[in-house]
């Protein structure tokens, strides 16, 4: 049976938000779609008008903590999609949300495939790894219990920014690797209509994967476009992986968890693993084409309202 109920977890965050805008765009083919308002934490003006906002056009929003089961019953599927830091909490949710009921889930990820040698020893993806395992002993254990991954690489709109090395407003960039090692990148809102659309495929087995890819580019096609896009000539510097991981050791020693992870995700950039290996599935959903590399940075650049949907604009200063 195709995954109907459908519940967020997760869902004022950037890629979350384009989740919740293509199920409402979808809702007819659905039979109900839901968000989870954390009441553990504290909601900001701007996230409860942007809830307000969801549930004016037909989302429900159901209150409570991720960890009790009463906000997961009645749904069939939840999609994760969690920050850096709360990424470790998902073995304990997916857990209570079995005990509620639900029998899929989609965890945390969105981004390069684990199962590419070296990317599963990353820092950068240790408790995405511990939340792999678990996923797999918990549906040898739960009869009809299964998930799915979806790998795009990165998002096209998250490639030029100070945690991978680029600062826009700068025109300068230090890239940890080489001018031709390849990228794959999608933009945010095809990866969203790809995951909805994956949805209405009935899983078969407990475990799928889908991987959808809107392009595959070097750095220096990368740079281009931005200096083409911004109009302005880019300084590049290309660092080698040691310095990195260097960088990388010293945040470990201090206690700065985000360089730390910043240092493992351009390590992985510059050995080629956010590359995702072929074949891809972009063609099970003809109706989607993703935008192109320059289509999507113009987006970025030119529409406040993407860069805010993004969560950019407080960074506005730094990037833009």
Partial sequence: MALTSVLVLGPTGGFGQFILNDLVRRKSEFKRIAAIVDTTREVSKTKAKLLDGFAAQGIELVRGSPLDAVVYEGFDVVIAILGNHAIKNQPEQIDVAISAGVRHWYPSEFGADLTVPGNWEERYYRDKALTRNHLKQRATEVEGFGYTYVVYGRFTEWAPVPHFGIYP???????VGSPDMLQSLTP??????YLVSTLLIAPEGSERTFRFVGGNYPWSEIFQTLERVQGKKYDVLYKPVD??????????????????????????????????????????????????????????????????????????????
């Fill in 169 to 175: 407003k700068q025109g300068k960039a230090n890239i």
């Fill in 243 to 320: 310095e990195a991981r260097a960088t990388q050791k010293k945040a470990i020693q201090s206690g700065d968890v985000d360089l730390e992870l910043a240092c493992s995700h351009q390590v992985i950039q510059g050995t080629g693993r956010t590359l995702v290996p072929a074949p891809y599935d972009n063609e099970k959903f003809p109706h989607i084409v993703p935008a192109s590399l320059e289509t999507a940075f113009r987006s970025m650049f030119e529409d406040e309202t993407m860069r805010t949907t993004l969560g950019f604009n407080k960074l506005f200063s730094e990037i833009f």
């Fill in 188 to 193: 945010v809102k095809d990866c969203a209509s």
